[in-house]
């Protein structure tokens, strides 16, 4: 081929929108050599090569490895081709999904900051919410007079009996206030701390067999954020008499689903920003109005 009708490296490089420095590389592994090297060492390459170049640009901005690409440079053949675009395409939508999940833990941590940075310590703002069922790992306090420390080494000991039974720990966690002690009044004498248990997780777990397991059923709850600890008794006697003022019935155990821990945020008082959630008979009683 005429000398003339040859590309430089920085042409060929700038219609393709990539450095001198990535051809010298392709050189080097043998991925995209010149079609020349001259006695001084400079390269050049045919108009015919630039095909193959968009190619490989275009599988580099897929996400495919240089490797493979060498591999699909040697087949040449489209059954070749299609498998690696095809397992790209694959690993591509797994990415993204894994990236969706990633974004909605960001929007609900911004969401409890926003939550946490607009609501009054004074404010009682109960709302009722729908919860699907959540299966959680909990270790009772052992007894009623509890401090925080303590509470942080019985969440370390759940998280442990999680450990021994090959489920991760999961940023979802909190006290449970169980229904009979609520009713007597005795809020925190049987309270334990737990921790959420992911479905696949409790699925390869074989969640039943757990000891300490126990299931958040689906349903309504009365719930109210508060910046307070879950051996506070106001807060849960508060939420007790709004749902029985508004002609609900408790129905099951109350969690207190810790939404930020003290130690991320900046107050006088060392307490968490929690909501308090009790399952009531919400569907029962709308459906007799």
Known sequence: MAEHSLLTISEMANIHHITRTTLIYYDKIGLFQPEKVDENGYRYYSPMQMPLLREICFLRSIGISLEDIKQHNKHKNSSYTFNILFQQMEKVEQDIEEMQRRLAMIKQRVSIYQSAA???????????????????????????????????????????????????????????????????????????????????????????????????????????????????????????????????????????ACLLDVVFYERDDDVDFCQLQIPINFEEVNQKG
């Open 118 to 256: 607009e609501y009054a310590s004074d404010a009682f703002k109960p709302t009722i919410e729908y919860f699907p069922e959540r299966k959680a790992v909990y270790l009772p306090w052992g007894q009623s007079d509890i401090t925080l420390q303590e509470l942080n080494r019985i969440l370390h000991q759940v998280w442990a009996r999680m450990d021994e039974h090959g489920i991760l720990p999961c940023l979802q966690w909190g006290s449970i206030l169980f229904q009979e002690d609520i009713e007597r009044g005795d809020y925190t004498k049987h309270a334990a701390s737990y921790s959420i248990v992911k479905d696949e997780a409790a699925a390869k777990c074989d969640f039943d067999k757990i000891e300490t397991g126990i299931a958040f059923p689906a349903g309504y709850y009365a719930c109210v954020c508060q910046y307070a600890m879950p051996y506070q008794r106001e807060p849960v006697e508060k939420l007790v008499n709004w749902v029985h003022s508004q002609g609900y019935r408790i129905t099951g155990n109350l969690v207190d």
